[in-house]
């Protein structure tokens, strides 16, 4: 293997690492997410649990971060919660700087 294929081997790597990192930090964030809106929601204990896997699994149906949003804002709607969307945009972005420390803490 001549140093080019090694460099590219390398870079592969780091790029699969790196999206690995992005993936369980979406997911991190996502479930801190729903606990935050299952407590606004006034969900606790096993149904708060319950909404915040809800919301992991909402930002499956398809790429980006709008699933997981709609969801919660249309059950925040739907209960009457009173958060702007700016609100809940703003605690998204709060959450995934959460999650990005809590996963490079090793936590």
Do not use: C
Not at 4 to 23: N, P, S, T, Y
Not at 26 to 31: F, P, S
Not at 62 to 73: L, M, Q
Request: net charge negative; charged share 40%.
């Amino acid at each position: 293997m001549n140093s080019f294929d090694k460099r590219q081997e390398g870079f592969e790597k780091k790029f699969a690492h790196d999206e690995e990192l992005k993936f369980k930090a979406n997911a991190r964030r996502n479930k801190l997410l729903g606990r935050w809106a299952a407590e606004k929601l006034g969900l606790t204990g096993a149904d708060a649990e319950t909404y915040a896997k809800e919301v992991v699994v909402a930002d499956l149906d398809r790429p980006g971060d709008d699933d997981v949003f709609e969801k919660i804002r249309n059950d925040f709607d739907a209960k009457g919660v009173t958060q702007s969307d700016h609100q809940i945009r703003r605690t998204m972005d709060e959450l995934m700087t959460r999650a990005i420390g809590e996963i490079k803490d090793g936590r």
